[in-house]
């Protein structure tokens, strides 16, 4: 019956021996190309073209105030949410888009890779009053050059079920003390990113000061390994690791996970779906006694920016008082502006939040792209892709 | 006037219509251009970059990759005992998988085959098809409620004094299993199709027994379609990540990718070559075990 015998392994073979082949000239002789177009900041804000392509976090560009701003500028939004930084950096080097809500583990990076330009800070009038402490951070300005406009700042926060963690946890022991860990065996929710190796550090930066970590973005290869023994021995105790914030959702409501390190977005949604969820009380604003690695978000506008008119419109827009109070309480957050304290529906809102109060925010440690060169002149720091394949080999 | 364009149209018709009269390379030149087009350079193309990618560098600020030669992606690849585990791991699961999928599979595609009424058929095989219309996702979100420690398996399953697996491997065996099922059931189905009837009445005619007759014609004459069948379920599992992402912590090859593609894309292609490698060993096993002696 049949004439040939069909052989698509062999096929397979040599297909894969010639690309090889040339694979292997090629990768020799390529040359590494440096792209140096530098930004230009924009001189004058004019007339907005008529639609705006926006990165975002979860509940950063809600219809309630981008359905008033397109009546107003005539840029139609379109927002593509992402899930982590990564994500977002991925979706910028698309250059399809003009601008994105990029936290500090994001923000060196895109301007490394020339994937943002300098933000012009005199076209966004209400940059003046935003708070004093989020101006000219190493996170959104770069030799000396702003490349953003700061959105918001918060904490991440230790949440637990009521009915099943008592009494209250006041400190992050409970998921990185073996002696207390062990009591949640199976039921430890974790944050499944490399980033989380700094939630390790900040644990270990207060209860073991002679390592001596300063910044637990910033640590050298002692500090770093206590940091990811910690890890590993937690991960015996930990139920589930989440990604993705429906993923951690479903596993509380589900009564799967009992305690673990979330944000604001996760423990308001189980809040309505009516899971007795817990975190350290807005009085402490959400901190355990250690502090807490958290987020300041910074509005970037692409170097490729297609709208960069409608771009700079929405960077002053999220700032304007009465709509940066609105996101602030919308997704449970300080805000950046100054003024939007006296707009909030919830008078205390800032107050709880602790936004105007920048001792508070000296305990909070804002996501940072971790870097070799971390300010000792010494190269000796663990870089991104350390952490990255440390946190591979962490989880096994 | 109008005439006349409808000849000289027609005319363009012919002379085209003569042009590849009696040349058979030109027609299945044009025949095939478009689709080896794609094949070359989109398909094959989009490989090589990949393995091209895989002896670079990058820069580990900017993420940019740095295209000097160099091995060491492989080399970490093979020193760090952590991607070894993860690969064994993945493989594993692959196989298992597979194994459990052609026992389910191979009964119930033997009684659409073989036993089951014209109806039954029908039945059985949108049966089968309709898990296929619905999202990938929300299937698998769908196993991660039905998993939950206060799930449907742990209320099932409590009065008899057991529980739900939980999250884990057990449930990512469970998962992809559930998940890949209907691509064994119908090559299998499609190859037992093929065996005459007749062969199985002459076993009985000549005395074989029902056990002998299965054992010495139904499943060597089968045996290349629960290969095939077996292709898809292993290369599916072998390239998944989603699965092991939500329903346990277990890392698979897919993961380690996707963590790396934002900011190490290198390393990254250097991972997607290990499940090319295992595929074409696989292929070759496969096609020693007949799969493709149908094609």
Redesign the interface.
């Known amino acids: 019956m049949r004439t040939q015998r069909a052989n698509p392994a062999r096929t397979a073979w040599l297909i894969v021996g010639g690309l090889l082949a040339a694979m292997l000239l090629f990768a020799g002789c390529g040359s590494s190309s440096s792209d140096s177009t530098s930004g230009n900041e924009l001189k004058k804000v004019g007339k907005g073209e008529g639609s705006l392509d926006l990165i975002s976090w979860a509940g950063y560009v809600e219809p309630e105030w981008t359905k008033p701003f397109e009546q107003k500028t005539g840029c139609k939004v379109s927002d593509k949410e992402a899930g982590t930084s990564d994500e977002m950096v991925e979706l910028m080097k698309s250059g399809q888009y003009d601008g994105v809500s990029a936290s500090g583990n994001a923000t060196a990076r895109l301007v490394a890779a020339n994937l943002v330009d300098p933000v012009n800070v005199s076209l966004v009038p209400n940059y003046k009053t935003v708070f004093a402490d989020l101006k000219n951070q190493p996170y959104n300005t770069f030799d000396g050059v702003n490349y953003g406009i700061p959105h918001g700042r918060g904490a991440n926060l230790l949440m637990w079920n009521g009915n099943d963690v008592k009494p209250a946890p006041d400190s992050w022991n409970i998921m990185f003390d073996p002696k207390i860990a062990a009591k949640y065996k199976g039921k430890i929710s974790a944050y499944d990113e490399s980033s989380y190796i700094a939630d390790a550090a900040l644990y270990l930066k207060f209860h073991q000061p002679d390592l001596g970590i300063e910044n637990p973005y910033e640590l050298n290869e002692e500090q770093f390994n206590a940091a990811i023994e910690l890890l590993k021995e937690q991960r015996q105790f930990v139920g589930e690791y989440w990604s993705e914030a429906a993923k951690q959702i479903s596993a509380f409501a589900g009564g799967d996970v009992t305690v673990g390190t979330t944000w604001q977005y996760q423990y308001f949604a189980l809040k309505e779906e009516g899971v007795p969820v817990k975190a350290s009380p807005a009085s402490q604003g959400f901190l355990p006694k250690e502090g807490a690695t958290g987020w300041s978000d910074t509005w970037m506008i692409s170097s490729e920016a297609k709208h960069p008119n409608c771009m700079y419109m929405w960077m002053n827009w999220i700032i304007e008082p009465k709509v940066n109070a609105q996101v602030a309480e919308y997704f449970g957050e300080a805000p950046a502006q100054e003024l939007a304290c006296e707009h909030t529906a919830n008078p205390n809102f800032c107050s709880e939040y602790h936004a105007e109060e920048p001792a508070f925010w000296k305990r909070v440690y804002y996501w940072e792209t971790p870097v070799a060169d971390c300010g000792n002149g010494e190269e000796d720091c663990k870089d991104y892709n350390d952490w990255v394949k440390a946190w591979t080999s962490i989880k096994g | 006037m109008s005439s006349e364009a409808v000849v000289g149209r027609r005319s363009a018709g012919h002379r085209l219509a003569d042009l590849f009269h009696g040349r058979r390379r030109l027609q299945v030149g044009a025949l095939l251009a478009g689709p080896v087009g794609w094949l070359v350079i989109g398909y094959?193309g989009s490989?090589?970059l990949l393995?091209?990618a895989a002896?670079?560098s990058?820069?580990?600020?900017?993420?940019?990759t740095?295209?000097?030669?160099t091995l060491e992606n492989f080399e970490?690849l093979v020193n760090?005992p952590?991607?070894r585990?993860?690969v064994w791991r993945t493989i594993r699961t692959a196989l298992l998988v597979t194994l459990t999928d052609a026992v389910i599979a191979f009964p119930i595609a033997f009684y659409m085959a073989k036993l089951a009424s014209r109806r039954g058929k029908a039945l059985l095989v949108v049966g089968i098809l309709l898990p296929l219309w619905s999202s990938y996702l929300v299937k698998v979100?769908a196993w991660?409620?039905l998993l939950?420690?206060?799930?449907a398996i742990h209320w099932a399953l409590s009065p008899i004094g057991l529980d739900t697996p939980?999250?884990g491997t057990t449930a990512v065996w469970l998962v992809f299993s559930y998940l890949w099922l209907p691509y064994m059931i119908l090559p299998i189905y499609a190859g037992l199709e093929r065996i005459p009837d007749s062969l199985i009445s002459a076993s009985e005619d000549l005395g074989a027994s029902p056990f002998t007759t299965f054992r010495r014609v139904i499943l060597p004459l089968s045996f290349p379609a629960v290969v095939a069948g077996s292709i898809f379920t292993f290369s599916l599992t072998l390239g998944d990540y989603i699965t092991p992402?939500?329903v346990s912590?277990d890392?698979f090859i897919g993961n380690?990718i996707f963590?790396?593609?934002?900011?190490?894309q290198p390393?990254a292609a250097a991972l997607a070559l290990v499940p090319?490698v295992v595929m074409?060993a696989y292929?070759?096993v496969?096609?020693k075990l007949g799969a493709?002696?149908?094609?």
């Open positions: 094959l490989l090589a393995l091209v002896f670079w990058v820069d580990p600020l900017s993420g940019a740095v295209k000097n030669f970490s760090e952590v991607y585990t993860i979100y991660r409620t939950s420690a206060n799930g939980g999250y992402r939500l912590n890392q380690v963590s790396n593609i934002a900011n190490n390393f090319i074409i292929l070759m496969a096609r493709f002696e149908h094609v």
